[in-house]
């Protein structure tokens, strides 16, 4: 595997329910996100972790709980999620001083 | 607060026509400008980049200039195909540079489909 990797790909949950999706940078990157996209509205930074500590919370309800085990997996705990949580979440590591950040391919939830 | 506003979409283009997708910007520094492209069903890649006045980025046909007189950076194609169907984002990041720890503010998005 090469790149960033995201599993799962789709997830539709309840609001009872608790899920948690995983990201994997295989690029040696020490800094990961995590990223809301919904329709017709700007990217959402979510969280941001460097070297393992979380650097960022931009006021992300308590519902999403972030997890860095290590520099190279990051994982978002999802609980009593709300409809409008539906979403693509989408996560991203960096590296370099050009501020570049390579994506994963999304997880499409839908809370039901 | 740092802001991006790019056009809104969708925009319909037939083959081999120029494409224009406007993008300006708002910022309390000297930020890099970004393109990212996202492809059905697929993560966001970065498209070019530009990092200073004058600057002009370029990747797979594409071209933007970093305008700080006007604070835009429209992003430019001579002669679309269909595989540039995509939705695309303008972004900055407005830091200095502290390692790893790069943010990066988004504009909504341009769908684009390109039609044979």
């Known amino acids: 595997e090469t790149g960033v990797t995201q599993t799962p790909r789709h997830l539709v949950m309840g609001m009872t329910n608790k899920k948690s999706l995983k990201c994997e940078q295989h690029?040696?990157?020490?800094?990961m996100y995590w990223y809301k996209q919904s329709a017709k509205k700007p990217l959402e930074l979510m969280f941001v972790?460097?070297?393992?500590?979380?650097?960022e919370n931009n006021s992300v309800p308590s519902r999403f709980s972030p997890e860095c085990p290590n520099s190279s997996h990051l994982f978002l705990h999802l609980h009593t999620l709300q409809p409008e949580d539906s979403a693509l979440y989408l996560c991203a590591s960096s590296q370099d001083v050009a501020y570049e950040q390579y994506f994963g391919p999304g997880t499409r939830l839908t809370v039901t | 607060g740092d802001s991006v506003t790019q056009m809104e979409g969708p925009v319909t283009l037939s083959e081999e026509a120029f494409l224009t997708i406007n993008c300006t910007y708002t910022?309390?520094?000297?930020?890099?400008l970004f393109w990212y492209v996202q492809y059905p069903g697929e993560g966001l890649q970065l498209l070019l980049k530009?990092?200073?006045?004058?600057d002009k980025g370029s990747n797979k046909g594409f071209e933007a200039t970093y305008r700080k007189e006007t604070t835009s950076f429209h992003l430019e194609k001579g002669s679309v195909q269909v595989s540039d169907s995509a939705v695309y984002f303008c972004a900055l990041s407005d830091l200095p540079s502290n390692f790893g720890n790069e943010k990066l503010t988004f504009g909504t998005g341009t769908r684009l489909t390109i039609i044979p």
């Open positions: 690029l040696g990157h020490n800094a």
């Open positions: 910022a309390t520094g000297y930020p890099s």
């Open positions: 530009a990092t200073k006045a004058d």
């Open positions: 972790y460097n070297f393992k500590e979380q650097t």
